[in-house]
């Protein structure tokens, strides 16, 4: 398994968060790749077998929606992928498209009017067939300047909205929708249908997924952390809250969570492999 990020420039990371890079080959052990709810969009190249969502065999060129909940792809042999992590209000302010129903959901990229003329699909496609990394993340990443060029500067008001969208889903245990409703200068409930607009996602669901994606990178950074200090690291004031959002996003509760990773942590230096997953912004342990 080899799995790679690159940050982009910095014109494009008010819109992305990390270009990457997934080469695996599945087995019976290892049969697909688990997604959890994370506010980002993913627009993924993939090539070799094909991954299977919900019984059908996706395109090469797919795109995977807001999650509220843990989805499943599933996939045998090896495959080999491109992709483009979105920050959860980057599909929508950089492609100028609509994504308030683009949840919870995966989909062909070319079913899309303005992905499909923006990205220019087919031709990326052909590009990244044979491309190596790096050869790969400049071909994506001239793409996405061209598309960031091609469309008009924000607007104030759209600024001041991003700056509080973002400052709530980085901190989202000080920062409330109320609170960045006011900040953004527009009234909460304006801020409430903005950042619907523009994540698919309400203040309160994007708050519960940014804090849900904070305290699962403390236990994969450190696994053996003791989960009730987890728990008030975090805000969580009982283990009962604590285990219900781990379990709607990820499947499992945190004990079970922090057991498999321990596991396939375990597993992976005997092989003297490296872990990686497909949603994880960290390097290989």
């Known amino acids: 398994m080899r799995y790679e990020e690159r940050q982009p420039v910095a014109d494009l990371q008010p819109y992305i ?27 993924i190249f993939h090539y070799g077998h094909a991954y299977v969502y919900q019984g059908q065999r996706l395109p090469r060129a797919f795109v995977i929606g807001s999650l509220t909940r843990w989805h499943g792809l599933q996939a045998t042999g090896r495959v080999r992928l491109f992709g483009v992590r979105m920050k959860p209000w980057g599909l929508a302010l950089l492609f100028q498209m609509q994504v308030q129903d683009l949840k919870d959901v995966c989909f062909p990229m070319d079913e899309q009017e303005e992905l499909n ?13 044979e491309a190596e990394v790096e050869e790969a993340f400049a071909c994506l990443q001239t793409r996405l300047l061209q598309v960031l060029a091609d469309r008009p500067p924000l607007q104030s008001s759209e600024a001041g909205m991003l700056a509080s969208l973002s400052a709530m889903y980085e901190d989202p245990l000080v920062k409330d929708g109320q609170a960045m409703g006011r900040s953004s200068g527009y009234s909460v409930r304006h801020f409430e249908r903005k950042c619907a607009q523009w994540t698919a996602l309400t203040p309160k669901k994007l708050r519960m997924v940014a804090r849900f994606n904070q305290v699962r990178m403390r236990i994969f950074r450190e696994p053996s952390i003791d989960l009730h200090d987890c728990m008030h690291e975090f805000g ?18 945190p004990l079970a969570y922090k057991e498999w990773l321990t596991g396939m942590i375990s597993s992976f230096r005997k092989k003297d492999n490296h872990v990686a997953f497909l949603q994880d912004d960290s390097s290989p342990i």
């Open 17 to 43: 968060q990390c270009l990457w890079h997934l080469d695996r080959t599945y087995t019976a052990e290892a049969e697909g790749e688990r997604l959890w709810p994370d506010g980002c969009f993913e627009l």
């Open 117 to 129: 003329r923006n990205m220019q699909v087919k031709e990326c496609e052909a590009k990244l067939a």
């Open 236 to 253: 969580y004031y009982d283990y009962a809250h604590f285990s219900k959002d781990f379990k709607e996003c990820l499947g499992l509760t």
